[in-house]
């Protein structure tokens, strides 16, 4: 299994510009995640969603933040239009459904925006 | 709200030394509990999960405990390396059950 994959792992772009990142779950996994990890405010849960449907979005800071998930094997985070204090690392993770399973991370993509 | 605390920040021991890092969460209602290691730039790597009705798990020098009542785990590290040098969170599933609530971490450095 080649775990949690995310692209591109490292971004860096101008403020006002549009980014999307990618994340690729665990095949057979029903839940995904999409954290965000800054210095000041630790890992912070954007959105999750089970069996492809977004279930809680109360993470999401603002409307230029959106994320979908068309398959059971992809999702996107993307921001439009970026900022300065978008930056940070975004995580991806996913896990099965039961209490008796853990979490797999990805690798992260970090987001600088310049 | 559930909230995760780490206790301390940071830590520095000299090798050899078995080190206790703790985590205290303020909603006892959790389904389970889990500790996550992480180098610097790089991503989450698992460490234990400790399911609601365990008290305890083990992987090699690694031991963490869970006690719910009192809103508590450890993770202990037994013989402290060089290697061991990481920041290492816990994360509990909130009360419904899916989404890991972290904390801010510890970040462990163990000189030679």
């Known amino acids: 299994?080649?775990?949690?994959?995310?692209?591109?792992?490292?971004?860096?772009?101008?403020?006002?510009?549009?980014?999307?990142?990618?994340?690729?779950?665990?095949s057979g996994h029903d839940y995904l995640f999409w954290y965000r990890q800054t210095m000041m405010r630790g890992l912070e849960l954007l959105i999750y969603f089970n069996n492809n449907v977004p279930i809680d979005d109360s993470g999401m800071p603002e409307d230029r933040f959106s994320a979908k998930m068309p398959n059971a094997s992809f999702?996107?985070?993307?921001?439009?239009?970026?900022?300065?204090?978008d930056s940070a690392v975004y995580f991806c993770a996913s896990r099965e459904t039961g209490t008796n399973y853990g979490y797999t991370f990805g690798s992260g993509t970090r987001l600088t925006v310049v | 709200k559930q909230e995760v605390t780490q206790i301390p920040a940071a830590l520095s021991v000299p090798e050899g030394e078995n080190l206790v890092l703790n985590c205290s969460f303020t909603d006892s209602a959790i389904y389970n509990l889990?500790?996550?290691?992480?180098?610097?730039?790089?991503?989450?790597?698992?460490?234990?999960?400790?399911?609601?009705?365990?008290?305890?798990?083990?992987?090699?020098?690694?031991?963490?405990s869970l006690d719910k009542s009192s809103g508590r785990s450890?993770?202990?590290?037994?013989?402290?390396?060089?290697?061991?040098?990481?920041?290492?969170l816990c994360a509990?599933?909130?009360?419904?059950?899916?989404?890991?609530?972290?904390?801010k971490g510890t970040t462990l450095s163990v000189s030679s």
């Open chain 1, 1 to 26: 299994d080649a775990g949690v994959i995310q692209s591109p792992r490292h971004e860096v772009t101008e403020m006002g510009q549009e980014v999307t990142l990618r994340c690729k779950p665990i």
């Open chain 1, 75 to 85: 999702s996107t985070l993307k921001i439009q239009p970026s900022e300065p204090r």
């Open chain 2, 34 to 64: 889990q500790w996550f290691r992480q180098d610097p730039g790089k991503g989450l790597t698992s460490l234990l999960l400790i399911q609601s009705s365990q008290r305890e798990q083990t992987s090699g020098r690694l031991n963490a």
């Open chain 2, 74 to 88: 450890t993770l202990y590290i037994a013989a402290s390396q060089p290697g061991d040098s990481a920041t290492y």
């Open chain 2, 92 to 103: 509990v599933f909130n009360q419904a059950g899916t989404a890991l609530i972290f904390g």
